[in-house]
Protein backbone atom coordinates (compact mmCIF):
# COMPACT_ATOMS: atom_id res chain seq x y z
CA UNK A 1 0.00 0.00 0.00
CA UNK A 2 1.69 3.36 -1.12
CA UNK A 3 2.50 6.21 1.24
CA UNK A 4 -1.25 7.97 2.02
CA UNK A 5 -1.53 10.73 0.72
CA UNK A 6 -5.36 12.66 0.26
CA UNK A 7 -4.25 12.59 -3.83
CA UNK A 8 -4.15 9.39 -4.20
CA UNK A 9 -6.81 8.30 -1.59
CA UNK A 10 -8.75 5.85 -2.60
CA UNK A 11 -11.77 5.22 0.51
CA UNK A 12 -13.86 2.73 -0.98
CA UNK A 13 -11.11 0.11 -2.17
CA UNK A 14 -10.01 0.63 1.73
CA UNK A 15 -12.56 -0.24 2.62
CA UNK A 16 -12.99 -3.49 0.51
CA UNK A 17 -10.16 -4.36 1.20
CA UNK A 18 -10.96 -4.07 5.62
CA UNK A 19 -13.50 -6.70 4.56
CA UNK A 20 -11.35 -9.62 3.27
CA UNK A 21 -8.91 -10.22 6.10
CA UNK A 22 -7.77 -13.19 8.60
CA UNK A 23 -7.74 -12.23 12.15
CA UNK A 24 -5.08 -13.47 14.72
CA UNK A 25 -7.79 -13.60 17.34
CA UNK A 26 -10.62 -16.58 16.71
CA UNK A 27 -13.43 -13.93 16.98
CA UNK A 28 -15.85 -16.92 16.58
CA UNK A 29 -18.59 -15.03 17.84
CA UNK A 30 -18.61 -12.92 14.93
CA UNK A 31 -17.84 -15.73 12.13
CA UNK A 32 -19.92 -18.74 13.43
CA UNK A 33 -23.41 -17.84 12.55
CA UNK A 34 -24.30 -16.54 15.89
CA UNK A 35 -24.96 -12.96 13.65
CA UNK A 36 -28.05 -12.80 11.45
CA UNK A 37 -27.44 -9.85 9.35
CA UNK A 38 -30.81 -7.21 8.44
CA UNK A 39 -29.10 -4.39 6.44
CA UNK A 40 -32.63 -3.13 6.07
CA UNK A 41 -32.37 -1.48 9.71
CA UNK A 42 -29.82 1.09 8.38
CA UNK A 43 -32.65 2.46 5.99
CA UNK A 44 -34.74 2.74 8.84
CA UNK A 45 -32.17 4.21 11.30
CA UNK A 46 -31.65 6.51 9.04
CA UNK A 47 -35.61 7.68 8.68
CA UNK A 48 -35.98 7.19 12.46
CA UNK A 49 -35.44 10.83 14.49
CA UNK A 50 -31.79 10.74 15.74
CA UNK A 51 -30.54 7.72 13.48
CA UNK A 52 -29.29 5.89 16.35
CA UNK A 53 -31.92 3.89 18.28
CA UNK A 54 -34.80 2.38 16.69
CA UNK A 55 -37.81 0.25 17.81
CA UNK A 56 -39.59 -2.52 16.61
CA UNK A 57 -42.84 -4.13 16.96
CA UNK A 58 -42.47 -8.31 17.58
CA UNK A 59 -45.75 -10.31 17.09
CA UNK A 60 -46.89 -12.16 20.16
CA UNK A 61 -48.68 -15.43 19.71
CA UNK A 62 -52.77 -15.94 19.22
CA UNK A 63 -54.40 -17.14 22.41
CA UNK A 64 -57.06 -17.03 24.67
CA UNK A 65 -59.35 -19.75 25.82
CA UNK A 66 -61.39 -21.78 23.28
CA UNK A 67 -64.90 -21.87 23.73
CA UNK A 68 -67.75 -24.84 23.65
CA UNK A 69 -69.80 -24.45 20.31
CA UNK A 70 -73.01 -25.43 21.00
CA UNK A 71 -75.59 -23.18 19.69
CA UNK A 72 -75.52 -21.62 22.43
CA UNK A 73 -72.52 -19.93 24.17
CA UNK A 74 -71.15 -16.93 22.20
CA UNK A 75 -67.66 -17.01 20.91
CA UNK A 76 -65.39 -14.15 21.79
CA UNK A 77 -63.01 -12.30 20.29
CA UNK A 78 -59.39 -11.21 21.53
CA UNK A 79 -56.54 -9.26 19.89
CA UNK A 80 -53.05 -10.46 19.40
CA UNK A 81 -50.52 -8.82 21.88
CA UNK A 82 -47.55 -7.03 20.30
CA UNK A 83 -44.34 -6.44 21.82
CA UNK A 84 -41.54 -4.03 22.01
CA UNK A 85 -37.80 -4.52 21.10
CA UNK A 86 -35.41 -1.16 21.48
CA UNK A 87 -32.05 -1.15 19.59
CA UNK A 88 -29.16 0.85 20.13
CA UNK A 89 -26.13 1.61 17.43
CA UNK A 90 -22.45 1.55 18.82
CA UNK A 91 -20.00 3.98 17.20
CA UNK A 92 -16.46 3.16 17.34
CA UNK A 93 -13.38 5.47 15.57
CA UNK A 94 -9.51 5.33 16.12
CA UNK A 95 -6.71 7.13 14.37
CA UNK A 96 -3.14 6.61 13.95
CA UNK A 97 -0.44 8.47 12.79
CA UNK A 98 3.62 7.86 11.97
CA UNK A 99 6.27 9.89 11.43
CA UNK A 100 8.36 10.14 7.85
CA UNK A 101 11.68 9.86 9.59
CA UNK A 102 10.44 6.32 11.03
CA UNK A 103 10.36 5.04 7.23
CA UNK A 104 13.75 6.98 6.50
CA UNK A 105 15.77 5.77 9.17
CA UNK A 106 14.43 2.06 8.72
CA UNK A 107 13.11 1.21 5.40
CA UNK A 108 9.67 0.61 6.96
CA UNK A 109 6.68 2.12 6.57
CA UNK A 110 4.82 1.59 9.84
CA UNK A 111 1.35 3.07 9.23
CA UNK A 112 -1.53 -0.01 9.17
CA UNK A 113 -2.84 -1.18 5.89
CA UNK A 114 -6.34 -1.92 5.68
CA UNK A 115 -5.94 -5.59 6.11
CA UNK A 116 -4.80 -4.43 9.70
CA UNK A 117 -7.45 -1.91 10.07
CA UNK A 118 -10.01 -4.85 9.43
CA UNK A 119 -8.66 -6.98 11.67
CA UNK A 120 -8.23 -4.72 14.56
CA UNK A 121 -12.10 -3.57 14.24
CA UNK A 122 -12.53 -7.67 14.41
CA UNK A 123 -11.65 -7.35 17.65
CA UNK A 124 -13.08 -4.54 18.98
CA UNK A 125 -16.53 -6.05 17.51
CA UNK A 126 -15.52 -9.31 19.42
CA UNK A 127 -15.12 -7.17 22.53
CA UNK A 128 -18.63 -5.68 22.61
CA UNK A 129 -20.52 -8.64 21.37
CA UNK A 130 -18.76 -10.45 24.64
CA UNK A 131 -19.56 -7.20 26.86
CA UNK A 132 -23.86 -8.05 25.43
CA UNK A 133 -23.14 -10.83 26.78
CA UNK A 134 -22.28 -9.96 29.89
CA UNK A 135 -25.06 -7.53 29.97
CA UNK A 136 -27.51 -9.67 29.83
CA UNK A 137 -26.71 -12.18 31.96
CA UNK A 138 -26.15 -8.99 34.49
CA UNK A 139 -29.95 -8.05 34.28
CA UNK A 140 -31.30 -7.62 37.86
CA UNK A 141 -35.37 -6.10 37.41
CA UNK A 142 -37.21 -9.08 38.59
CA UNK A 143 -38.16 -10.74 35.18
CA UNK A 144 -34.15 -10.22 33.61
CA UNK A 145 -33.40 -11.85 37.34
CA UNK A 146 -35.48 -14.96 36.81
CA UNK A 147 -34.15 -14.99 33.09
CA UNK A 148 -30.35 -15.08 34.34
CA UNK A 149 -31.54 -17.72 37.29
CA UNK A 150 -33.34 -20.05 34.67
CA UNK A 151 -30.82 -19.25 31.68
CA UNK A 152 -27.36 -20.03 33.81
CA UNK A 153 -26.17 -23.19 34.89
CA UNK A 154 -23.71 -23.57 37.08
CA UNK A 155 -22.05 -27.15 37.59
CA UNK A 156 -19.34 -26.39 39.83
CA UNK A 157 -17.31 -29.34 38.98
CA UNK A 158 -15.41 -29.49 35.19
CA UNK A 159 -17.47 -30.24 32.60
CA UNK A 160 -19.32 -33.76 32.15
CA UNK A 161 -20.47 -35.47 29.21
CA UNK A 162 -24.13 -34.15 30.66
CA UNK A 163 -23.54 -31.06 31.62
CA UNK A 164 -24.54 -28.84 28.35
CA UNK A 165 -27.64 -31.53 28.04
CA UNK A 166 -28.96 -30.88 31.41
CA UNK A 167 -28.26 -26.92 30.87
CA UNK A 168 -30.42 -26.57 27.99
CA UNK A 169 -33.07 -28.56 29.31
CA UNK A 170 -33.10 -26.66 32.08
CA UNK A 171 -33.26 -23.52 30.41
CA UNK A 172 -35.58 -24.03 26.87
CA UNK A 173 -37.14 -27.47 27.76
CA UNK A 174 -38.60 -28.86 24.59
CA UNK A 175 -36.88 -25.74 22.87
CA UNK A 176 -33.34 -26.78 22.99
CA UNK A 177 -32.81 -27.79 20.01
CA UNK A 178 -32.92 -24.13 18.84
CA UNK A 179 -29.83 -23.29 20.38
CA UNK A 180 -27.08 -25.04 18.33
CA UNK A 181 -23.83 -23.78 18.81
CA UNK A 182 -21.78 -24.23 22.10
CA UNK A 183 -18.64 -21.48 22.39
CA UNK A 184 -16.14 -22.25 24.83
CA UNK A 185 -12.20 -22.01 26.29
CA UNK A 186 -9.90 -24.25 25.22
CA UNK A 187 -9.61 -25.59 28.76
CA UNK A 188 -13.03 -26.85 28.59
CA UNK A 189 -13.03 -28.19 25.02
CA UNK A 190 -9.55 -30.17 26.44
CA UNK A 191 -11.44 -31.23 29.39
CA UNK A 192 -13.97 -32.59 26.91
CA UNK A 193 -11.11 -34.14 24.76
CA UNK A 194 -9.66 -35.76 27.01
CA UNK A 195 -12.91 -37.62 28.12
CA UNK A 196 -13.60 -38.44 24.71
CA UNK A 197 -16.65 -36.46 24.37
CA UNK A 198 -15.87 -34.34 21.35
CA UNK A 199 -17.36 -35.85 18.36
CA UNK A 200 -15.26 -34.40 14.99
CA UNK A 201 -17.29 -34.08 11.30
CA UNK A 202 -15.54 -36.64 9.44
CA UNK A 203 -14.41 -36.16 5.86
CA UNK A 204 -13.74 -38.93 3.26
CA UNK A 205 -11.86 -37.47 0.01
CA UNK A 206 -11.90 -38.54 -3.36
CA UNK A 207 -9.84 -41.38 -2.88
CA UNK A 208 -12.00 -43.12 -0.28
CA UNK A 209 -9.62 -41.97 2.98
CA UNK A 210 -11.80 -40.49 5.91
CA UNK A 211 -10.18 -38.21 8.54
CA UNK A 212 -10.80 -36.06 10.91
CA UNK A 213 -12.15 -32.36 10.15
CA UNK A 214 -12.00 -29.53 12.78
CA UNK A 215 -15.10 -29.31 13.76
CA UNK A 216 -16.36 -30.52 16.88
CA UNK A 217 -19.82 -31.72 18.30
CA UNK A 218 -20.97 -32.32 21.96
CA UNK A 219 -24.57 -33.25 22.60
CA UNK A 220 -25.55 -32.14 19.11
CA UNK A 221 -23.84 -28.70 19.65
CA UNK A 222 -21.17 -27.47 17.35
CA UNK A 223 -18.21 -26.87 19.76
CA UNK A 224 -16.31 -23.17 18.93
CA UNK A 225 -13.30 -23.42 20.94
CA UNK A 226 -12.47 -19.24 21.81
CA UNK A 227 -9.68 -17.85 24.92
CA UNK A 228 -11.80 -14.95 24.47
CA UNK A 229 -14.51 -16.94 26.38
CA UNK A 230 -14.85 -15.15 29.82
CA UNK A 231 -12.63 -16.58 32.34
CA UNK A 232 -12.60 -15.84 36.28
CA UNK A 233 -11.10 -16.58 39.44
CA UNK A 234 -12.16 -17.95 43.04
CA UNK A 235 -12.90 -19.90 45.42
CA UNK A 236 -15.36 -23.21 46.36
CA UNK A 237 -16.06 -25.08 49.61
CA UNK A 238 -13.71 -27.33 50.63
CA UNK A 239 -13.35 -29.48 53.93
CA UNK A 240 -10.07 -29.55 55.97
CA UNK A 241 -8.90 -33.05 54.00
CA UNK A 242 -9.52 -31.80 50.31
CA UNK A 243 -6.54 -31.03 48.19
CA UNK A 244 -5.22 -27.69 47.96
CA UNK A 245 -7.91 -26.36 50.91
CA UNK A 246 -6.54 -23.05 52.46
CA UNK A 247 -8.60 -21.82 55.60
CA UNK A 248 -10.33 -18.77 55.89
CA UNK A 249 -8.68 -16.65 58.57
CA UNK A 250 -5.33 -14.39 59.49
CA UNK A 251 -1.80 -15.97 59.84
CA UNK A 252 0.66 -17.65 57.92
CA UNK A 253 -0.69 -20.30 55.15
CA UNK A 254 -4.28 -18.71 55.66
CA UNK A 255 -6.59 -16.28 53.34
CA UNK A 256 -8.62 -13.29 54.83
CA UNK A 257 -12.37 -13.33 54.46
CA UNK A 258 -11.79 -9.93 52.69
CA UNK A 259 -9.53 -11.68 50.12
CA UNK A 260 -11.84 -14.70 49.54
CA UNK A 261 -14.66 -11.52 48.80
CA UNK A 262 -12.53 -9.84 46.33
CA UNK A 263 -12.73 -12.58 43.97
CA UNK A 264 -14.81 -13.15 40.93
CA UNK A 265 -16.69 -15.72 43.07
CA UNK A 266 -16.78 -17.39 46.46
CA UNK A 267 -19.13 -19.67 48.10
CA UNK A 268 -22.40 -18.00 49.55
CA UNK A 269 -21.95 -17.70 52.61
CA UNK A 270 -18.09 -18.07 53.55
CA UNK A 271 -17.11 -17.35 57.13
CA UNK A 272 -13.47 -17.08 59.02
CA UNK A 273 -12.47 -20.48 59.63
CA UNK A 274 -14.38 -22.42 56.96
CA UNK A 275 -11.84 -24.16 54.21
CA UNK A 276 -11.49 -23.13 50.46
CA UNK A 277 -10.11 -24.27 47.58
CA UNK A 278 -8.55 -21.68 44.65
CA UNK A 279 -10.10 -22.15 41.49
CA UNK A 280 -10.75 -20.75 37.57
CA UNK A 281 -14.31 -20.63 36.31
CA UNK A 282 -14.91 -20.57 33.10
CA UNK A 283 -17.86 -19.59 30.31
CA UNK A 284 -19.24 -21.63 28.10
CA UNK A 285 -22.03 -20.06 25.85
CA UNK A 286 -24.58 -22.15 24.10
CA UNK A 287 -26.61 -19.70 21.21
CA UNK A 288 -29.10 -20.10 18.81
CA UNK A 289 -27.75 -19.52 15.29
CA UNK A 290 -28.70 -15.62 14.67
CA UNK A 291 -29.08 -15.00 18.10
CA UNK A 292 -27.54 -11.88 17.63
CA UNK A 293 -29.11 -9.23 15.20
CA UNK A 294 -26.46 -7.30 13.11
CA UNK A 295 -26.15 -4.18 10.66
CA UNK A 296 -23.72 -2.46 9.58
CA UNK A 297 -25.06 1.19 9.80
CA UNK A 298 -21.43 2.80 8.22
CA UNK A 299 -20.28 6.24 8.85
CA UNK A 300 -20.38 9.61 6.49
CA UNK A 301 -16.69 9.11 6.32
CA UNK A 302 -15.48 5.53 7.54
CA UNK A 303 -11.91 6.33 6.83
CA UNK A 304 -9.77 9.29 5.59
CA UNK A 305 -6.16 10.49 5.65
CA UNK A 306 -4.66 13.67 6.75
CA UNK A 307 -1.19 15.06 6.68
CA UNK A 308 1.07 17.30 8.86
CA UNK A 309 3.79 18.48 6.58
CA UNK A 310 5.59 20.54 9.45
CA UNK A 311 5.30 17.98 12.37
CA UNK A 312 8.24 16.08 13.48
CA UNK A 313 9.70 16.69 10.08
CA UNK A 314 6.13 15.24 8.56
CA UNK A 315 3.37 13.24 9.99
CA UNK A 316 0.82 11.01 8.15
CA UNK A 317 -2.64 10.45 9.50
CA UNK A 318 -5.49 7.45 9.27
CA UNK A 319 -8.41 7.82 10.71
CA UNK A 320 -11.38 5.18 10.51
CA UNK A 321 -14.94 5.21 11.69
CA UNK A 322 -17.41 2.69 12.01
CA UNK A 323 -21.43 2.35 13.55
CA UNK A 324 -22.71 -0.71 14.01
CA UNK A 325 -25.81 -2.54 15.99
CA UNK A 326 -25.85 -5.51 17.94
CA UNK A 327 -29.33 -6.57 19.02
CA UNK A 328 -29.73 -9.84 20.94
CA UNK A 329 -32.73 -11.66 20.23
CA UNK A 330 -35.60 -10.96 22.40
CA UNK A 331 -33.55 -8.38 24.69
CA UNK A 332 -34.53 -4.73 24.43
CA UNK A 333 -32.01 -2.26 24.88
CA UNK A 334 -32.81 -0.16 28.29
CA UNK A 335 -30.24 2.31 28.43
CA UNK A 336 -30.77 6.09 29.29
CA UNK A 337 -31.45 8.22 25.66
CA UNK A 338 -28.14 10.06 27.49
CA UNK A 339 -26.14 7.38 25.90
CA UNK A 340 -25.65 8.33 22.03
CA UNK A 341 -23.46 5.21 21.57
CA UNK A 342 -22.65 2.64 24.39
CA UNK A 343 -19.29 1.77 25.27
CA UNK A 344 -18.42 -1.89 26.39
CA UNK A 345 -18.70 -0.70 29.81
CA UNK A 346 -22.82 0.56 28.96
CA UNK A 347 -23.03 -2.79 26.73
CA UNK A 348 -21.86 -5.04 30.04
CA UNK A 349 -24.46 -3.43 32.13
CA UNK A 350 -27.21 -5.39 33.37
CA UNK A 351 -29.34 -2.09 33.61
CA UNK A 352 -29.16 -1.15 30.53
CA UNK A 353 -31.03 -4.74 29.38
CA UNK A 354 -34.85 -5.81 29.46
CA UNK A 355 -36.43 -8.56 28.42
CA UNK A 356 -38.78 -7.86 25.42
CA UNK A 357 -42.43 -6.66 27.00
CA UNK A 358 -45.17 -5.09 25.37
CA UNK A 359 -44.60 -1.68 27.08
CA UNK A 360 -47.77 -1.88 29.17
CA UNK A 361 -47.38 -0.70 32.95
CA UNK A 362 -48.17 -4.18 34.18
CA UNK A 363 -46.39 -5.33 30.93
CA UNK A 364 -46.24 -8.80 29.78
CA UNK A 365 -42.85 -10.76 29.00
CA UNK A 366 -41.80 -12.80 26.17
CA UNK A 367 -41.62 -16.03 26.91
CA UNK A 368 -38.13 -16.87 28.02
CA UNK A 369 -37.97 -20.48 26.46
CA UNK A 370 -37.26 -19.02 22.45
CA UNK A 371 -34.28 -16.55 24.08
CA UNK A 372 -31.19 -18.39 22.77
CA UNK A 373 -28.96 -17.70 25.41
CA UNK A 374 -27.67 -19.82 28.08
CA UNK A 375 -24.36 -19.57 30.03
CA UNK A 376 -22.79 -23.13 31.52
CA UNK A 377 -20.34 -22.24 34.03
CA UNK A 378 -17.67 -24.91 35.15
CA UNK A 379 -14.30 -25.23 36.91
CA UNK A 380 -13.01 -26.81 33.33
Not at 107 to 130: C, K, N, R, T, W
Request: glycine share 8%; proline share 4%.
Amino acid sequence: MPKFDKKYWNNAIFQKYMKKVPNLREDSLIKSGVLYTNSSLKSRLVDGVGGNTLIEPIKGLIDGDVVNYDGTTDIPTTSRNTYIQKKIVAGRAKGWEEKDFSTDISGEDYMPVAQEVGEYFQDVDMDDILAILKGIFSMKDTEGAKFVSKHTFDANSEMTETTINNAVQKAFGDKKKNVALAFMHSAVATQLENLQLLQYLKYTDARGITSNLEIAQVNNKTVIVDDDMPVENGYVAATANTEGAIQVGTGTGKVTLADVKKADFYPENVAADDYVVAKTRYTTYVLGRGAIEYCDVGAKVPSEVDRDPSKDGGIDKLYTRQRKLYAPAYISWNGADSIISPMPSDLANGDNWKIVNDGETAPSYINDKIIPFERIRTLG
